[in-house]
């Protein structure tokens, strides 16, 4: 699977941003996805992902009722809808992929950088002022 995240930029807190993700693949066969991010001086850490179907969601205790996941399998594209954006968001954030189920860190207690995704796009900045 090959990922390309968009939709990065520089806000004011408080403000909104939706980052998009497309994806490409080779087969049919069904993929999990997720987003993560990495602040600077920081270690990589979840944020939330998304099963084949769309129903299969899961996210960080720090984006809970402020961000939003969601995918559209016809257009190979997933989305991460972030509100309320704060300074403490500010970060790289990056699209991941598995195949088949995923079970996130929530659930997993997998770590970084990896996280038991196998593929990663490159990142988009996000970056939110005070």
């Known amino acids: 699977v090959q990922l390309q995240a968009s939709g990065g930029g520089l806000v004011q807190a408080g403000n909104s941003l939706r980052l998009s993700c497309a994806a490409s693949t080779r087969t049919d066969n069904a993929f999990a996805m997720g987003w993560f991010r990495q602040a600077p001086g920081k270690e990589r850490e979840f944020v939330a992902s998304?099963?084949?179907?769309?129903?299969?969601?899961d996210y960080a205790e720090f984006v809970k009722g402020r961000f939003t996941i969601s995918r559209d399998n016809a257009q190979n594209m997933m989305y991460l809808e972030m509100n309320n954006l704060k300074p403490e968001d500010t970060a790289v954030y990056y699209c991941?992929?598995?195949?088949?189920?995923?079970?996130?860190?929530?659930?997993?207690?997998?770590?970084?950088?990896?996280?038991?995704?196998?593929?990663w796009g490159k990142g988009t900045q996000v970056t939110v002022s005070s």
């Open positions: 998304i099963s084949w179907g769309g129903h299969g969601k």
């Open positions: 991941a992929a598995k195949y088949g189920y995923y079970a996130p860190p929530t659930v997993s207690g997998s770590t970084g950088p990896s996280f038991g995704m196998d593929y």
